[in-house]
């Protein structure tokens, strides 16, 4: 079965330290992994795809088949970065469907 | 462009009343769907639409029903409203790949 699991409802942390935000997933074949962001008050957007190897806001992710996992990382989190955080799997299928995890909402203070 | 939109951003249903969850997006996506967003759960798929005349069941597709007449428009009708459908509802629309654009939500309360 497909699955997507994020372990951690709430990760608080203080401004200027490291932030790691997991993210799980089941697949039996080869997936594209997605971080997605809500701000408050704002739409879910994208925030960063596996494939692209890019950092978005001075966040990365890496995607380990063998832990089959896609944490999502910063080295110093600013106050801005506040906000909820869904890990998605998309799968083989042509219909462009996100398996959403449950969401960790980040919460870094001054 | 608007993007995605969708009417009315917040509405009180009382129990086994229906409704209708209207979503339109303006960039001329194939692709389109409706997620219920709960508390500790995550975004969970109702249904979607890979094309106008296209639907299709998501996870949780129960008490829900959807048409697709146009590329533009993806309603979303509550028959007998029920408590267990209060949540926040998001549409999304994309033309084929991973990345979806979302709309605003519309929160729904059913006491």
């Known amino acids: 079965a497909q699955r997507v699991t994020q372990p951690e409802k709430l990760l608080s942390v203080f401004k200027g330290a490291p932030v790691e935000l997991k993210c799980n997933y089941s697949?039996?074949?080869?997936?594209?992994l997605f971080w997605y962001v809500q701000y408050s008050r704002q739409r879910l957007q994208l925030l960063l795809r596996?494939?692209s190897r890019e950092s978005i806001k001075g966040f990365t992710a890496d995607l380990n088949k063998g832990e089959t996992s896609f944490h999502l990382k910063k080295p110093f989190a600013q106050e801005e970065d506040s906000a909820m955080y869904y890990c998605?799997?998309?799968?083989?299928?042509?219909?462009?469907?996100?398996?959403f995890g449950q969401g960790t909402t980040l919460q870094v203070k001054p | 462009n608007a993007g995605v939109t969708q009417t009315p951003k917040f509405r009180i249903l009382k129990i086994g009343q229906s409704m209708t969850l209207q979503c339109t997006q303006d960039?001329?996506?194939?692709?389109m769907y409706w997620y219920r967003q709960d508390p500790g759960m995550g975004l969970k798929l109702i249904y979607y639409?890979?094309?106008?005349?296209?639907?299709d069941k998501g996870e949780v597709p129960n008490g829900y029903n959807v048409s697709r007449s146009t590329t533009e428009d993806f309603p979303l009708r509550l028959e007998l409203a029920a408590p267990s459908q209060t949540s926040v509802y998001f549409c999304?629309?994309?033309?084929?790949?991973?990345?979806?654009?979302f709309g605003p939500g519309t929160r729904l309360t059913v006491t």
């Open positions: 999304a629309s994309t033309p084929g790949g991973p990345e979806q654009y």
């Open positions: 697949y039996s074949g080869s997936p594209e």
């Open positions: 596996h494939i």
């Open positions: 998605a799997l998309s799968g083989s299928s042509n219909t462009g469907k996100l398996i």
């Open positions: 960039m001329n996506h194939n692709y």
């Open positions: 639409s890979v094309g106008a005349g296209i639907t």
